[in-house]
């Protein structure tokens, strides 16, 4: 029932985009994505409900395909700041969240 | 104000002993989320409670743990006996809008069981 993210890992260069996404095999009703740096707690990004809204955090946005039980997470412009582990995290409807198996990203100068 | 609270931020212990992992969450929020964090199995749930009251604790590996809260900014995981293969970061989170809201995470306890 873990989600699975793609791609494990991505190297971008500072200014570049990245796009992370989240399946699932079971039907969602929401999607969580946070942000770990290495030695950190994770913390939140943001929350996207079926219906398949999209929901934006500066150069940061996301979506979420209800039928296709899959969210993506879309950074344009990539900072230095950037840089740490996402994970989703999906709700099926029992507002437990399982957590994706994390996509470390590095941002190179 | 202060985030989620969380103690001790490090403990080695041996095999066999009594672990307590402390938790202090946001004041206000009504739900509390212990979580469990390896290479191996990435982030999980363990328990949580909603306005003090443990909602789903199935992800509690087994008896060996348990977890409490006596009141709206106290909780406790305990684990006893300790096992080398209970090592790992455990976090504990807070939200306003239980498991369908924003979680705030404390910084974690780093568990060594040798």
Same mark, same amino acid.
Not at chain 1, 91 to 108: A, S, V
Not at chain 2, 95 to 112: A, C, D, I, N, V
């Given at each position: 029932?873990?989600?699975?993210?793609?791609?494990?890992?991505?190297?971008?260069?500072?200014?570049?985009?990245?796009?992370?996404?989240?399946?699932?095999?079971? =039907?969602?009703?929401?999607?969580?994505?946070?942000?770990?740096?290495?030695?950190?707690?994770?913390?939140?990004?943001?929350?996207?409900?079926? &219906?398949?809204?999209?929901?934006?955090?500066?150069?940061? /946005?996301?979506?979420?395909?209800? @039928?296709?039980? +899959? /969210?993506?997470?879309?950074?344009? =412009?990539?900072?230095?700041?950037?840089? &740490?582990?996402?994970?989703?995290?999906? #709700?099926?409807?029992?507002? @437990?969240?399982?957590?994706?198996?994390?996509?470390?990203?590095?941002?190179?100068? | #104000?202060?985030?989620?609270? +969380? /103690? !001790?931020?490090?403990?080695?212990?041996?095999?066999?002993?009594?672990?307590?992992?402390?938790?202090? !969450?946001? /004041?206000?929020?009504?739900?509390?989320?212990?979580?469990?964090?390896?290479?191996?199995?990435?982030?999980?749930?363990?328990?949580?409670?909603?306005?003090?009251? !443990?909602?789903?604790?199935?992800?509690?590996?087994?008896?060996?743990?348990?977890? @409490?809260?006596?009141?709206?900014?106290?909780?406790?995981?305990?684990?006893?006996?300790?096992?080398?293969? #209970?090592?790992?970061?455990?976090?504990?989170?807070?939200?306003? @809008?239980?498991?369908?809201?924003?979680?705030?995470? &404390? !910084?974690?306890?780093?568990?060594?069981?040798?």
């Amino acid at each position: 029932q873990q989600p699975v993210q793609s791609p494990q890992a991505v190297i971008l260069r500072e200014g570049e985009d990245a796009v992370i996404n989240c399946s699932s095999s079971k =039907a969602l009703y929401s999607v969580h994505w946070y942000r770990q740096k290495h030695g950190e707690a994770p913390v939140f990004l943001m929350i996207l409900l079926k &219906g398949g809204e999209q929901k934006g955090h500066e150069k940061i /946005s996301a979506s979420f395909n209800e @039928k296709k039980q +899959q /969210s993506s997470l879309y950074l344009t =412009a990539s900072q230095l700041s950037y840089s &740490g582990t996402y994970f989703c995290g999906t #709700d099926f409807g029992n507002e @437990k969240l399982t957590f994706g198996t994390g996509t470390r990203l590095t941002i190179i100068p | #104000d202060a985030g989620v609270i +969380q /103690s !001790p931020r490090h403990e080695v212990t041996e095999m066999g002993q009594e672990v307590t992992l402390r938790c202090k !969450p946001i /004041s206000g929020h009504n739900s509390l989320f212990w979580y469990r964090q390896t290479m191996m199995r990435g982030l999980e749930l363990l328990i949580y409670f909603n306005n003090n009251v !443990p909602i789903d604790d199935s992800g509690m590996p087994e008896d060996r743990f348990s977890a @409490k809260m006596p009141n709206a900014s106290f909780s406790t995981l305990k684990i006893q006996p300790s096992e080398p293969r #209970d090592s790992a970061v455990y976090f504990c989170a807070s939200s306003l @809008k239980g498991g369908r809201g924003e979680q705030y995470f &404390g !910084p974690g306890t780093r568990l060594t069981v040798t």
